[in-house]
C-alpha cells in the first residue's frame, strides 16, 4: 500500500488539562489546551524549562491520561481506550524520535528500523523495506553500522527512518538537535520537513532551538502549560 492511497487524519486536543500533585504542590502542566495538527504539518512547540512541552508530547502520544479533555488522533479518542489497546494504537499509529535517537547499542541501523516489524507494530499492508526508509533519511550506506559507529546526526537520521516503519499517522518529537551543530540540526529538521510532507504524517516538535523554527509550517508557544500563536 503506497504511502499517498492510505486516508490520514491528523492530530486534536481539546480544552486538555493535566495536573500533578495536589493543594499547595499542584502543578498546572497542561492548562485548556486546544491543539490540531493535519496530515502533511510539521508544528514546532517552543517554550521555556518547565512549560509543560514534554507533557504535551507524553499526552499527544497517549504516554500519559490528561485529567479533563479530549486527544484524537487518526479519528480515534485515544484518551477513551483501555491500557491494552492504547498500547496496540501506539504501535501503529504513533512513531516517536527522542533527543539523540534513543538507539539500541547492539542493533545495527537496519536492525533499529526494522525492530517494531518484529514486535508486532507494523501495520497490515503497510510493511517499509529497511533499505528505502534509510534510502529515505540518506543512511542506506551506513545501514550495517551500529549506533557508537554514527556521528549525532546520523543516530538522529536512523530514528526519524525507525519511527517512520509502521507509516504512524502522527510523529512526536523530542528535542532532536539537542545534541547537534547548527549545521548538522539543520539537516536534520529538513529531513524531518520533507518526510513529514511526503508521507502526510502530522508532526509535533518541541524544541528550544529558534534557529530550526523556519523549517516549520507552524510555531506555537508553550508557557506554565497554556497554548498561544
Known sequence: MSVESIVRQGISLEEVSLTFGSGDNAVVALDRVDLSVAPGELLAVVGPSGSGKSTLLAVAGGLARPDTGRVRVHGT???????????????????????TGNL???????????????????????????????????????????????SGGERQ?????????????????????????????HEVIELLARQTRERKVATIMVTHDHDILGHCDRVLTLVDGRLSE
Open 77 to 99: 479518542e485515544i484518551s477513551t481506550l483501555s491500557g491494552r489497546q492504547l498500547a496496540r494504537f501506539r504501535r501503529t499509529h504513533i512513531g516517536f524520535v527522542f533527543q
Open 104 to 150: 539500541i547499542p547492539a542493533l545495527t541501523a537496519r536492525d533499529q528500523v526494522r525492530l517494531l516489524d518484529r514486535t508486532g507494530g507494523r501495520k497490515r499492508g503497510a510493511a517499509r523495506d529497511p533499505g528505502e526508509l534509510l534510502a529515505a533519511v540518506g543512511m542506506e550506506a551506513k545501514a550495517g553500522r551500529r549506533p557508537h559507529e554514527l
Open 157 to 185: 537520521r536512523v530514528g526519524i527512518a525507525r519511527a517512520l516503519a509502521t507509516d504512524p499517522s502522527l510523529l512526536l518529537v523530542d528535542e532532536p538537535t539537542a545534541a547537534l551543530d547548527r549545521a548538522r540540526s
